[in-house]
């Protein structure tokens, strides 16, 4: 059975909230919260979940990306929330 893009959403929205109970100074909790969503509708089709989760994390805390500079990736620049329908 092929895992489907939905699959894929959980799974970096799992890893995240891993990550960010983890984490101490991710900026703006609530706002990282729902970029989290937003960005979890935007993973690129060839991008894992993992490598998903790293790109979110490694924007979103200095102590996740260490001395790395804080560079949005491209997949994730102006994040808006999902429309539901």
């Not at 969503?37 to 490694?58: E, G, L, Q």
């Amino acid at each position: 059975m092929m895992p489907t893009m939905q699959d894929k959403r959980h799974d970096f929205l799992w890893l995240v909230q891993l990550w960010m109970q983890r984490e101490r100074d991710v900026a703006g909790w609530t706002a990282a919260c729902g970029d989290a969503v937003a960005a979890s509708y935007r993973i690129p089709a060839d991008m894992t979940a993992r490598d998903a989760a790293h790109d979110f994390m490694a924007f979103n805390s200095e102590a996740f990306r260490g001395e790395a500079e804080n560079k949005c990736p491209d997949w994730m620049n102006a994040l808006q929330d999902p429309h539901y329908e």
